[in-house]
C-alpha cells in the first residue's frame, strides 16, 4: 500500500478538494475587497474527473476527503459529490466545511450520502456581530443548520471562529458558555495574513496563546495529540459538554505535522496553503486509464512540497485569499 510522503518526514491521508473558489459571504479576513475571479478561468471540476480524482489519491494512500470552498453548498450536485466522493472504496471519511448559509434542509441527505464530519464556520453568536464580520445577514440559517446538526448526530462536529480582537474575542465567554451542555468543539483559528486582508490583519489579528492562558486557569485541560491529528489543539473541562480549541499557524512547528494536501475547485494541485504555484492535474483526469500518469504527476510534484508557511515573516506566497485555495 503505497502512502505518500514528502522529505520532511510527513505523511498524507487526507485531501481537502475545493468545489468552488465562489462563496456569497464577504467575511472581512478573507473577502475583504469582494471577489476578483479571472472571466477566462477555466471551468470548474465535474463529477466525473472528481471521481478519477478521488480514485488516483486513494491509489496514492489518502483515506480522508473534506470538501471546502468558496462556499461549497453553493453547487448544486453537493449531495452527488458526497456520494461518489464516500463510495470510492478506501475512503474512510468525508468531511465538510461550510459557512452554513443554505445547510439545515440538504444535511440529512448529505448524511445519508455518507457525509461524516461537518466544520461550520461562526464567527459570533450575535446576529448583528456576525453581519459585520461576514457581511452576511444569514444568521438564522447558520444556527437552524448547526442545531439540525446537532440533533441529526453527525458523527464529528466542529465549529469554526477566526479569532478577532475586536470583533469577537469580547464576546469568548458566550462562546464557551455554548458548549456546556452541546457536544461540539468550537476552535478559534488565528487569524492569517493573506495578500489582500493586510489592514483588517494589522487591526484584528489576535494570539491563540491569550485563550489558552485563560482556558487554563479557568480548569480546562489541554487533550494529549497523536502525530496525525489536524491542527487544531482541543481543550476539555469537567463540567462541560463540548470543547475548546486553538489552530495557530504562528506558533512554532505547526507546519511539522502536516498531513494534508488541497486540490483547487479547477483541478490544480496545491501543495501548501501559504506556497506558491499551483499543478494542473486535469488533463489526467479525463479517464480511468490515465490514473498511472495521473500518480506518477502528484508523486513528482510532491518534491516540491516546503517544510512550512512564512507567515511569520509576512510572507503569504501567493495566497490572496483562503477562498482561492479552500482554507
Ligand atoms: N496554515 C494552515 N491553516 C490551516 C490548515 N488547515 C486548516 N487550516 C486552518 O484551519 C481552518 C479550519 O480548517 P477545517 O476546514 O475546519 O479543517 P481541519 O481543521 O483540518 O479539520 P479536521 O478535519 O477536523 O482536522 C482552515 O480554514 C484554515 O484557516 C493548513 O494546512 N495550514
Ligand atoms: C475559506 S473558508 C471555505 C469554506 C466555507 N466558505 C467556510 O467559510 O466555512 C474555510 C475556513 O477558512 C477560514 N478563513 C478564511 N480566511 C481566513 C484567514 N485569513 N485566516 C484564518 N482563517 C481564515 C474561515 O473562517 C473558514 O472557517
Ligand atoms: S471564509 Fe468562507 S464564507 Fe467567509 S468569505 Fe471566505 S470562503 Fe466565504
Ligand atoms: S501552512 Fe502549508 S505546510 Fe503548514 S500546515 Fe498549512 S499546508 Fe501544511
Redesign the pocket.
Known amino acids: 500500500m503505497i502512502v505518500l510522503a514528502d522529505h520532511h518526514d510527513r505523511q498524507f491521508r487526507y485531501l481537502r478538494l475545493s468545489l468552488t473558489d465562489v462563496c456569497n459571504f464577504r467575511c472581512g479576513y478573507c473577502l475583504p475587497k469582494g471577489q476578483q475571479l479571472d472571466p477566462q478561468r477555466p471551468a470548474l471540476l465535474t463529477l466525473p474527473e472528481i471521481r478519477h480524482l478521488i480514485e488516483g489519491f486513494v491509489a496514492l494512500g489518502i483515506e480522508k476527503v473534506?470538501l471546502?470552498g468558496g462556499e461549497p453548498t453553493l453547487r448544486s450536485d453537493l449531495v452527488d459529490i458526497v456520494r461518489a466522493v464516500a463510495a470510492v472504496p478506501g475512503i474512510r471519511r468525508v468531511?465538510l466545511?461550510s459557512n452554513g448559509w443554505n445547510l439545515r434542509d440538504r444535511l440529512a441527505d448529505l448524511q445519508a450520502a455518507g457525509l461524516t464530519?461537518l466544520?461550520l464556520s461562526l464567527d459570533s453568536l450575535d446576529a448583528a456581530r456576525f453581519q459585520a464580520i461576514t457581511g452576511s445577514s444569514r444568521f438564522e440559517a447558520v444556527m437552524a443548520a448547526l442545531e439540525q446538526a446537532i440533533a441529526l448526530r453527525l458523527p464529528i462536529l466542529?465549529v469554526?471562529a477566526v479569532l478577532l480582537k475586536t470583533l469577537n474575542y469580547p464576546q469568548l465567554s458566550d462562546f464557551v458558555e455554548f458548549v456546556r451542555d452541546r457536544p461540539i468543539s468550537i476552535r478559534f483559528?488565528e487569524l492569517?495574513q493573506t495578500l489582500d486582508n493586510h489592514d483588517y490583519f494589522q487591526q484584528e489579528f489576535l494570539s491563540g496563546s491569550v485563550l489558552t492562558e485563560q482556558w487554563l486557569a479557568q480548569g480546562w485541560q489541554p487533550i494529549k495529540r497523536d502525530r496525525t491529528a489536524?491542527?487544531?489543539q482541543e481543550y476539555c473541562h469537567p463540567n462541560y459538554q463540548g470543547k475548546l480549541g486553538i489552530?495557530a499557524?504562528y506558533s512554532p512547528n505547526f507546519c511539522q505535522n502536516?498531513n494534508?494536501l488541497r486540490v483547487t475547485s479547477r483541478g490544480a494541485l496545491r501543495l501548501c496553503?501559504?506556497g506558491t504555484g499551483e499543478f494542473d492535474l486535469r488533463p489526467w483526469l479525463q479517464h480511468p486509464d490515465q490514473r498511472s500518469q495521473l500518480l506518477e504527476q502528484v508523486q513528482q510534484t510532491l518534491s516540491f512540497k516546503t517544510a512550512g508557511?512564512q507567515l511569520a515573516e509576512a510572507n503569504s506566497g501567493d495566497t490572496r485569499n483562503?477562498a482561492t485555495y479552500g482554507?
Open positions: 473534506r471546502t468531511a466545511t464530519q466544520n466542529k469554526n483559528i492569517m489536524g491542527p487544531a489552530i499557524p502536516c494534508r496553503l501559504f508557511h483562503l482554507g
